[in-house]
C-alpha cells in the first residue's frame, strides 16, 4: 500500500480539522465518537465511522461485509496505513485462535477440576482430559445404555 499523508486532499478540510496527528504515527479523531471509540464523521446526511470514511477515500472500498481492523489498536485513528480490512469470518477466525491459545493455558477442566498430574489424562495427540470428567462421561453413557435397553424391550 503507498503511503498517505496527513491533510490529503481527497478528504474534505472538515475532516482533517477534527483529526490530530500523533508522533506514534496514529491520526486520532478528535471529535465525537460512537459508543465503541470510532470517530464519528457526518457524510451524506448520516454518521459514519470516520476510519471507514479514511479508508473508503485514501485507499479504496471496503468489500462487502468486511470489517475494517486498526493494526494500531486504537479505534479513533484513522491513519489508512494503520488500517486493514478482514472479512467477518476471518476476525471470527482470529478470535477462535486467541480462545484456543486461552484454553490450553488454562489450569481447570470447564467443569472445574483441577488439572493435576492426577486427573489429567494426556491423549497421543496432546490434548488434555480432566479424568474426573471422563470418569462421569463413562457412568452416564452406562446408565444410558441400561436405560435404553429397558426401552427397547418395552416399546413397540
Ligand atoms: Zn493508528
Ligand atoms: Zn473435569
Request: hydrophobic share 30%; charged share 25%.
Amino acid at each position: 500500500m503507498s503511503t498517505v499523508n496527513y491533510g490529503d486532499e481527497r478528504l474534505p478540510e472538515r475532516f482533517w480539522t477534527k483529526v490530530a496527528a500523533q508522533p506514534s504515527g496514529c491520526w486520532l479523531w478528535v471529535s465525537t465518537k460512537n459508543p465503541r471509540g470510532y470517530g464519528n464523521f457526518w457524510k451524506a446526511g448520516t454518521h459514519r465511522p470516520a476510519h471507514r470514511v479514511a479508508y473508503e477515500a485514501l485507499v479504496g472500498p471496503i468489500p462487502e461485509g468486511a470489517d475494517v481492523r486498526h493494526d494500531c489498536d486504537i479505534p479513533s485513528c484513522v491513519n489508512p496505513n494503520h488500517l486493514r480490512t478482514g472479512t467477518r469470518s476471518e476476525n471470527m477466525r482470529d478470535c477462535l485462535e486467541r480462545g484456543r491459545n486461552a484454553q490450553a493455558a488454562k489450569e481447570f477442566c470447564l467443569q472445574g477440576h483441577p488439572y493435576s498430574e492426577e486427573n489429567t489424562y494426556v491423549r497421543p495427540s496432546g490434548a488434555r482430559t480432566c479424568r474426573t470428567c471422563q470418569r462421569e462421561a463413562v457412568h452416564r453413557y452406562q446408565r444410558r445404555n441400561i436405560g435404553s435397553a429397558a426401552d427397547a424391550g418395552g416399546a413397540a
